[in-house]
């Protein structure tokens, strides 16, 4: 599986494959001397599963790596412990060599992406049910503050149309040819929505826009 994802990546000339790990130890390993830009990390792996691998990684200071998690498995607990430990995306592997593509450039991006199949249900279990919940800097559920101090986030006109464009799953050269304008301020603008929502990451974007019916 790893041999040909190496060969569909590196079909791209702007995608370089810096190394393989078949272990979740080799993977923590091999991201702190090869600095990778984008991992994309297995699930079920000896010696360390791939969730515990992404937790340390992304908790490493000296790191910048985002990581996508690409498995077989299409299990909620994966997809949600994946996500809580801070992975960029979640993909199945049984999309096409095209979407693999993507989800790497998307996450170099620094932009975050789900597979169409689970977006749904990210969406339902950080949602809560009737707004009960808010999502934390990592996404996760957190208790709904009942104190009025906790404001809601506002957002320029401008803030809440690139937020409205990133509930739609579209990355920041797509928003930027929708709004005519480059996509340096479009990273911005999305940089801006995510420190007003205390976010990591466009997953809680995405779960904040639905919520309160900004998609």
């Known amino acids: 599986m790893r041999a040909g994802f190496r060969m569909i990546l590196e079909t791209e000339d702007d995608i ?17 001397v090869l600095r990778p830009d984008v991992i994309c990390m297995d699930v079920q ?11 340390r990684i992304v908790a490493d200071a000296d790191l910048d790596s985002s990581v996508v998690i690409v498995t077989t498995f299409d299990r909620d607990d994966y997809l949600f412990q ?21 989800a ?25 049910v009737g ?29 809440a149309e690139v937020l409205h464009l ?21 990273k911005t603008h999305v940089s801006n929505v995510l420190q007003k929502l205390g976010a990591r990451d466009r997953v809680a974007a995405v779960v904040y826009a639905h919520r309160h019916g900004l998609a």
């Open 45 to 55: 792996m000896p010696d360390m599963d791939g969730v515990e691998a992404t937790r």
């Open 166 to 186: 990133v509930a739609q799953a579209m990355s920041n050269a797509e928003i930027a040819r929708r709004l005519f304008i480059g996509e340096a301020t479009v």
């Open 82 to 102: 994946a996500l809580a430990a801070g992975a960029s995306g979640f993909l199945l592997k049984n999309a096409g060599p095209e979407e693999l593509i993507a």
């Open 131 to 159: 707004g009960q919940t808010r999502t934390g800097a990592r996404g996760e559920p957190s208790p709904q503050s009942d104190s009025r101090a906790a404001r809601e986030p506002e957002f320029t006109d401008r803030e």
């Open 104 to 128: 790497v450039r998307v996450a170099a991006a620094g932009d975050a992406l789900l597979a169409p199949e689970v977006t749904r249900r990210v969406i339902e279990r950080f949602a809560g």
């Open 16 to 32: 370089v494959v810096a190394g393989e790990a078949s272990t979740g130890v080799e993977a923590v390993d091999a991201a702190s």
